[in-house]
């Protein structure tokens, strides 16, 4: 799912850091639940606007074009008008678009308005790493960009809970309805600016190999994972199971995730390295829950879903984290190489999966996505080499 980290130069944090996190955390949800949403609804929606697997991954591959092509813009946004503008106008934004979604009547209305919730996504986060970065006092950063990472998985989290408690009862119209007066509600918990804005740090010339491979990594990582939480309800269903527990079977892989990012964050303002190592073994061991949700069976789906969602999407925070250490004289310049691979991966994953499993069928698309998780876990470990160790 896409989770770009916005920072700056060293400034004192200000403000109320549990306000902060609060109005992050808010914030990020916000503008990022429209896209899962639709994936957790596929079947659903789907059935009514008439798409398919490769339909499904078509939209949210758009949804991240447009975020990562919208990602330089409002980065400049935030710098020129603070996190607290920002951060209520992407909200705004994103709000509009869950509204138009509850009313779309075909494929075509859908895709138009995914395409205007990316650019809202982008924008709140990072309006609310801005507010982070400015607010929370470094030796806490790490479990504050835990906490606000959690967002993602949140999100997907809450739109598995959707479909037995809303779309399978009142209807998927009505889940976008809510979610719109809910994300309208979060503009409460955006703090006021009161914060100095801080510039970016300019960055120049090639990035270091390794930071290269660093991105190569964390596109492989990011599409697998994207996949994951765009396709797994209706992989589930499209093997027998039931699109209630399929949904709450989504909810508890985000449950798992948040926690592991939570302990994460935690574990890494507590270390002085070893974070890409650490890294790499997250992706090795969701990888090995990615290929256990191409067998049949219950069994195998709690199980790949609780390794390949709840760990093999839990490594976002510490990549960044990791990347920040490594380069603290350009950190900006350093994660847009990262961020690049993450946008890239969110883009191209669900798109190369969702035509998979329209040609091949889920087994197939699944052991492909595993392949390539385990493909990035690899690239992490060997960008080692070419950096102190990390």
């Not at 994972?225 to 508890?252: H, I, M, N, R």
């Not at 890294?279 to 199980?303: E, N």
Request: one cysteine or more.
């Amino acid at each position: 799912m896409v989770e770009a980290v916005s920072h700056t130069g060293p400034a004192k944090p200000a403000g109320r850091p549990v306000r902060a996190v609060i109005g992050a955390v808010t914030t990020a949800v916000a503008c990022v639940i429209p896209v899962f949403l639709v994936g957790g609804q596929a079947v659903q929606i789907g059935a009514e606007l008439r798409f398919d697997p490769a339909g499904l991954g078509l939209l949210v591959s758009i949804y991240f074009a447009v975020s990562a092509l919208a990602s330089v813009p409002a980065g400049a946004l935030v710098e020129r008008f603070g996190a607290t503008w920002t951060a209520r106008a992407a909200i705004i934004l994103s709000a509009a678009t869950l509204g138009g979604i509850a009313t779309a009547r075909g494929y075509p209305a859908l895709a138009g308005l995914l395409v205007a919730a990316g650019p809202a996504n982008t924008l709140g986060q990072l309006a609310a790493n801005a507010s982070l970065a400015a607010r929370v006092p470094p030796r806490r950063q790490g479990l504050s960009f835990g906490i606000k990472q959690s967002a993602i998985p949140l999100s997907t989290l809450l739109a598995g809970v959707a479909v037995p408690t809303v779309a399978l009862t009142a209807g998927w119209r009505w889940t976008f309805v809510i979610a719109a007066g809910l994300a309208v509600s979060a503009l409460l918990a955006v703090p006021p600016d009161g914060a100095a804005r801080r510039a970016v740090p300019a960055g120049g010339g090639r990035p270091p190999p390794g930071l290269v491979v660093l991105g190569a990594a964390a596109m492989l990582a990011a599409g697998a994972a994207g996949a994951l939480s765009t396709f797994l309800v209706d992989s589930a269903v499209a093997g027998g199971v039931a699109p209630g527990p399929a949904g709450l079977t989504l909810a508890a892989g985000g449950a798992v995730c948040i926690a592991v990012r939570l302990v994460g964050g935690w574990y890494a303002d507590r270390r002085a390295g070893g974070y890409l190592a650490l890294v790499a073994t997250f992706l090795a061991v969701g990888s090995g829950g990615l290929a256990l949700l191409a067998l049949p069976g219950p069994v195998a789906l709690g199980a790949g879903v609780g390794l390949g969602f709840g760990i093999g999407w839990a490594w976002p925070g510490l990549l960044n984290f990791a990347v920040v250490r490594l380069h603290p004289q350009a950190p900006a310049a350093a994660t847009s190489v990262t961020q690049t691979g993450v946008y890239a991966g969110n883009c191209l994953g669900p798109l190369a999966f969702g035509a998979t499993a329209a040609g091949a069928g889920y087994p197939t698309a699944w052991a492909g996505a595993a392949a390539a998780m385990l493909v990035g876990a690899a690239l992490m470990w060997l960008s080692r080499r070419s950096r102190p160790p990390q």
